[in-house]
């Protein structure tokens, strides 16, 4: 039994040997010196500190000292057992011994849910809410919380402790108890109630966050996502954020927005990508015993449009796959023509989408948002599932393709106020994205900036528009006309419209 | 009484006994339900093996994610360039541990292993409805493990878009190399799943109704055989949904279809033609079965844990009505409940009103569950074997981590919690520990059982406080890191300097799963050396009342070798005051009409008006569909 200790031990010895090395003279990422780099760039510097290694063997410690009361009471099991065996009575050791641990480990269980609240509990966002609406939240949160520790201490200790209490002893019998229904329904009306205000708190804090009040007086701001990254886009000097339509994406207009030169310099990008195929798929349908020089025609293609031919590339000529793909290309190119003229043959729907209203859009690789001014965002995604998280304000709203969602709130603590609140001069809030969505996920954000207005007019005039006419567009006027309805994006129909065109 | 047809069916059966069965017969393809039983707990152990290694891999990423590590461009190759693991093979990971781990140890590994274990012997039979259906479901299970491994085999790595496998991003091959054939691969290994499962939960559930033994009333019945019923009605309901869910994604990557797309443009392809579909009802369908999934995975080691608790506490558990009442009302709401995991998918929120509340309710059944374990310990005796370590220690995370549901559950809190650490330290303690230690419980309780041996209780003592002290440590700081706004499936934190804060907790979290994942090794080793070299089993070594403990520790064919025991009583009668021992087993004839009441006074007998088992329309039905597929054994 000593070897299976001595074993564990070694192993965990091992294992802090390992952490110990690789924590001290390499690279342990120090918080604060990362706030020191510039906007874009995010390379973590990596400072060696005595601190940090130091607060790992705190936890080091910690755990070590936890084994190492396992092991010892552990190792009492062979003596006592001796013990037991020679006088011939029943092996009650091993019982008495995990009564002990149990007790223990309610103690050290408890002191540890303690030590994990004072030292981690002062990093999460539970008084540092940023938004209006985040202030409902933190308090059913803090509610939530008060309820579930005081369920959590009582069940935990009286498991432990029964545990303890009632191990067995050689002169006792266990009761014979086989129900209580008054017991029973006392224990199931009581987190009844409980829950049924749990249930209706969060019903009215849910309603508050979902049905804003704000919604009809705020500002939209389209929160476009893509893998991986996201942009933003702010109305222009007509407040109305024009249509966009995935068709339109294109090099030049990421956004997809709704601007008839860019659709036809689009149109003209098709055609040419189409001829481009086409002329491909000829050579590649020529006889296979001419496949050197199919090769040779394709790698001129290849060269115009910087593909490598590499010995994997032929094989996918030689299998078929290059010609499916251009087939499908081809086709793939063809339905977007034919839906994209299909639109422009539909006069309302087309003299709805190209009203101009998009040409004075302003994109923007920042989210600037004014101070204590309601705003909703508009999310758009271009591709897959993402999910826009700005954990600071408690929201998150996934972000569809094919459907648009929104989210309506408040921002109330400007990034200069949060700054000094944390004392950290660099802190910036960010929207994160949060549902997973391919390589890049972890690192697919974008800077959120909460200014005053006169700030957000200034870098607004800083703004170039996406394709605009003027070259510095004016800043989107801080007083709101008083018919809102008109700025909303989700009152045009656009998405009806595009399924209309799009068969 | 219902068991007549099936006792006469063994009274020829019992004539072949003595001839052995060839080695394939008896070791492979077996029909026998021990075996079955050990071939599910086997292939669930390797499986979980290979899920806690994986887990091990991407954690020294989190931990580490500037340090090389030589080993594992060693086995890794490519996928660990310079032993560093790449973003795509992390996720692949992620993605492979999450589905082994729900799918392939907790639902085939522990339903599968303890059903088939459990449910022929504790309800008196001499096999399953139809041993043959018993051996396909096993083989299914077995070739849908094998495919979704054999895509650690191929180039572009296995499928990497999490556990959930949600479109867009698993439909479009050109998303993420893992999209390609390894989704193909993950799809077609949950097909294959789903067939196993609902070929075991059809039998379980026809076992279950139509062949208890003389006196196995309903309400008789040990806990644990209600929790597989349960499990296997949850599994047969929902497991079709995912199937035609699953079906539809393969649609859409292969033929063309657009159930689950719309309005896409791709970098590096275009836009794509696909309109009119909607990603949130592949999350609809998908959610349909996975919120039933976390119980099914979660019922059956609730079952071992109440078998477990009332033996080693030589007491009646305490409120079996209220115990089968909490059960079936979970079973029932799980199916009503499946789109809080879908609160901020910009679904109406009147919805989420809606699925809030019922979300809620299903926190009072569980309540009453975790007080009536509790109030089984209360004046106990309690013998603390490790089955019962890991029940007490199921108990445990079954309360940290369903008082986190409570969280969750609330639509408006799940808007900050949705997709961060706090999830995941939700749902490793309250499914993935909690139902990791009912298997480990049920292991160490029937190990004499399945294998005629005995494990080493000392070892089996390190092994349970190594692996919970490294389980609350590895998952309790994680709710910290969650509330901080952290989210899940991040290949690392190192590119956002808010969360820089957390990396000597992640080192933490990673030491603790390694100390974890070493205390496994204990377990292996007691297990494989007992089965061979382990001390022989008594008959009935925890002195408990179910019937499998009347079996011979020599595995039979057909479990009895005379006839079945008859049953007198519930499985529960523990330290009756009317009785010497401290056990009644539920075979041994007495004053079997007699009802005890609280403190142990003999009652008259309520009278009761039995219905014939076998004229329940229920019991009619599933006897005749599974009259279907019993073939005669030759
Ligand atoms: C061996 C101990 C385990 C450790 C150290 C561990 C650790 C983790 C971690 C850190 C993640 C999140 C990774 C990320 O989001 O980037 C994760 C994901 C997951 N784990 Fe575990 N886990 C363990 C055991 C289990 C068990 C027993 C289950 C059974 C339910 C489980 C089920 C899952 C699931 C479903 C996911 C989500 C996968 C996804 O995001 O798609 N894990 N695990
Ligand atoms: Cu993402
Ligand atoms: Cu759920």
Redesign the pocket.
């Known amino acids: 039994m000593l070897a299976v200790g001595a074993f564990m031990l070694f192993a965990a010895f091992i294992a802090f040997n390992k952490v110990y090395d690789i924590a001290s003279p390499s690279t342990v990422v120090q918080s604060a010196a990362w706030f020191g780099v510039g906007d874009d760039k995010f390379e973590p510097v990596k400072v060696q500190t005595t601190e940090q290694t130091l607060s790992s063997n705190i936890n080091w410690s910690i755990a070590i000292f936890v084994l190492l009361v396992v092991l010892v009471i552990a190792n009492v099991f062979d003596i006592s057992g001796l013990a037991a065996r020679l006088s011939g009575k029943e092996n009650l050791s091993g019982n008495n011994v995990n009564k002990y641990i149990m007790i223990i480990f309610l103690i050290l269980g408890f002191i540890g849910v303690y030590w994990e609240f004072s030292h981690h509990g002062k990093y999460t966002l539970l008084r540092n809410s940023s938004s209006e609406h985040g202030v409902e939240y933190d308090s059913m949160f803090n509610v939530t919380l008060i309820l579930t520790m005081i369920v959590f201490v009582i069940t935990q200790a009286l498991l432990f402790w029964f545990s303890f209490k009632y191990a067995k002893s050689p002169n006792r019998k266990a009761v014979y108890h086989a129900h209580n229904n008054k017991l029973e329904v006392f224990w199931t009306l009581i987190p009844a109630i409980v829950l049924t205000f749990l249930v209706l708190k969060g019903h009215q804090t849910w309603r508050a966050i979902t049905y804003n009040a704000d919604k009809s007086k705020s500002q939209n701001i389209e929160i476009f996502a893509y893998q991986f990254g996201w942009k933003a886009r702010y109305a222009g000097a007509d407040k109305i954020l024009g249509a966009a339509d995935y068709k339109y994406i294109s090099g030049a207009n990421p956004l997809g927005i709704a601007v008839k030169s860019e659709v036809e310099k689009l149109k003209l990008e098709l055609d040419t990508a189409i001829m481009n195929d086409r002329k491909a798929l000829k050579d590649l349908n020529s006889s296979l015993s001419q496949l050197r020089i199919q090769l040779e025609l394709y790698k001129g293609l290849a060269d115009r449009t910087n593909v490598v031919i590499t010995d994997k590339e032929i094989a996918r000529i030689v299998s078929g796959e290059v010609k499916d793909e251009l087939e499908e290309s081809i086709r793939r190119k063809s339905k977007q023509l034919e839906r994209m003229k299909a639109i422009e043959d539909n006069k309302t729907v087309f003299a709805t989408m190209f009203n101009n209203a998009a040409d004075d859009d302003v994109i923007s690789t920042e989210i600037h948002l004014i101070e204590n001014r309601p705003v909703t965002f508009i999310f758009r995604s271009r591709d897959i599932i993402h999910s826009a998280f700005l954990p600071y304000f408690r929201v998150q709203m996934n972000v569809v393709p094919g459907m648009m969602t929104q989210f309506t709130f408040t921002p109330t603590k400007s990034t200069t106020k949060i700054r000094s609140e944390k004392n950290d001069n660099t802190f910036d809030y960010y929207l994160y994205c949060n549902k997973?969505c391919g390589t890049s996920h972890y690192n697919m954000k974008i800077k959120v900036i909460i200014e005053s207005e006169s700030a957000y007019n200034t870098w607004m005039q800083s703004q170039k528009t996406a394709f605009g006419k003027e070259a510095a567009p004016m800043a989107v006027p801080v007083s709101l006309p008083s018919d809102t309805t008109q700025m909303r994006l989700d009152s045009l129909p656009v998405n009806k419209l595009q399924r209309l065109t799009s068969r | 009484m219902s068991t007549a047809t099936i006792q006469t069916g063994h009274a020829n059966h019992d004539a072949h006994e003595h001839q052995e069965p060839s080695f394939v017969r008896k070791y492979i393809f077996s029909t026998d339900h021990k075996m079955i039983s050990k071939q599910f707990l086997i292939t669930g152990i390797i499986m979980?093996c290979l899920?806690?290694f994986m887990?091990?891999l991407?954690?020294l990423q989190?931990a580490w994610p500037d340090q090389s590590f030589g080993f594992m461009e060693t086995i890794l190759g490519t996928w660990a360039k310079d032993g560093k693991l790449d973003p795509n093979f992390?996720m692949a990971l992620?993605?492979i541990?999450?589905?082994i781990?729900?799918f392939y140890?907790?639902t085939a590994g522990l339903s599968g292993t303890f059903s088939n274990l459990l449910i022929p012997l504790q309800v008196g039979a001499r096999d399953m409805a139809s041993p043959f259906m018993n051996m396909l479901s096993y083989w299914f299970f077995f070739i849908s493990s094998v495919t979704l491994l054999s895509s650690f085999f191929i180039e572009t790595g296995p499928a990497s878009s999490?556990?959930?496998v949600y479109p867009p991003l698993s439909a479009l091959p050109k998303a993420m190399p893992g999209s390609g054939l390894g989704t193909t691969l993950w799809l077609l290994a949950i097909v294959f799943f789903i067939v196993s499962s609902l070929l075991g939960g059809i039998n379980y559930i026809s076992t279950i109704l139509n062949m208890r033994t003389k006196g196995m009333s309903m309400n008789r019945m040990p806990l644990t055989l209600w929790a597989f019923f349960f499990t296997a009605i949850l599994g047969v309901l929902s497991f079709p949904v995912l199937l035609g869910g699953a079906l539809f994604l393969i649609f859409d990557r292969s033929f063309g279809t657009s159930f689950y797309l719309s309005d896409i443009y791709l970098q590096g392809i275009g836009a794509l033609t696909n309109v009119g579909g909607s990603p949130i009802l592949y999350q609809h369908l998908f959610w349909f079965l996975g919120h039933p999934e976390v119980y099914i995975?979660l019922l059956p080691a609730l079952g071992i844990t109440s078998e477990v608790i009332a033996t080693n506490a030589r007491k009646p558990i305490f409120g079996y009505t209220a115990m089968v009442i909490s059960l079936m009302a979970i079973a029932f709401l799980s199916f009503i409940v499946w789109g809080h995991h879908m609160f901020i998918t910009g679904m109406n929120p009147f919805l989420g009103t809606v699925f809030m509340y019922v979300t809620l309710i299903i926190a009072v059944p569980s309540a009453v569950k975790t007080f009536n374990y509790i109030a089984t310990l209360w004046k106990g005796n309690i013998r603390f074997t490790p089955a019962m370590l890991f029940a007490i220690g199921l108990v445990s995370f079954f309360i940290s981590g369903g008082l986190t549901g409570i969280y969750l559950g609330n639509s408006a809190l799940d808007i900050n919690l949705h997709d961060t650490?706090f999830v995941?330290a939700h749902?490793?303690l309250v499914?993935?520990?909690a139902?990791?230690f009912g298997m480990m419980s049920g292991i160490y309780h029937w190990f004499p059982r399945m294998f005629g041996k005995m494990m080493n209780n000392t070892l089996g003592y390190f092994h349970f406080w190594f692996t919970f002290i490294a389980?609350y440590m590895?998952f309790f700081p994680?709710h910290f890191m969650g509330l901080a706004g952290v989210p899940?499936?991040?290949?690392q934190f190192t590119l956002i300097p808010e969360f820089g804060v957390w990396m000597d907790v992640n080192v933490l979290?990673t030491v603790s799963?390694i100390i974890?994942?070493l205390a496994q090794i204990l377990f292996l080793y007691n297990f494989f050396y007992s089965i061979f070299k382990g001390k022989k089993a008594v008959q009935n070594p925890w002195e408990s009342n179910t019937l499998e403990w009347t079996a011979p520790v020599k595995h039979l064919h057909g479990n009895w070798p005379g006839a079945i025991p008859t049953v007198y009583r519930g499985a529960y009668e523990y330290s009756r005051p009317d009785r010497e021992e401290d056990f009644y087993p539920q075979h041994i004839p007495g004053n079997d009409n007699e009802h005890v009441d609280d403190h142990g006074y003999i009652l008259p007998t309520p009278v009761r008006k039995e219905i014939p088992v076998a004229e329940k329309p229920a019991t009619v039905f599933f006897t005749s569909f599974s009259r279907l597929f019993s073939f005669k054994r030759a």
């Open positions: 997973i | 979980g899920g806690m887990s091990v991407f954690r989190l992390y992620v993605t541990h999450g589905t781990m729900v140890v907790l999490g556990w959930t995975i650490y995941v749902f490793h499914m993935g520990s139902a990791i389980a590895v994680m899940r499936r991040y290949y979290i799963a974890g994942a």
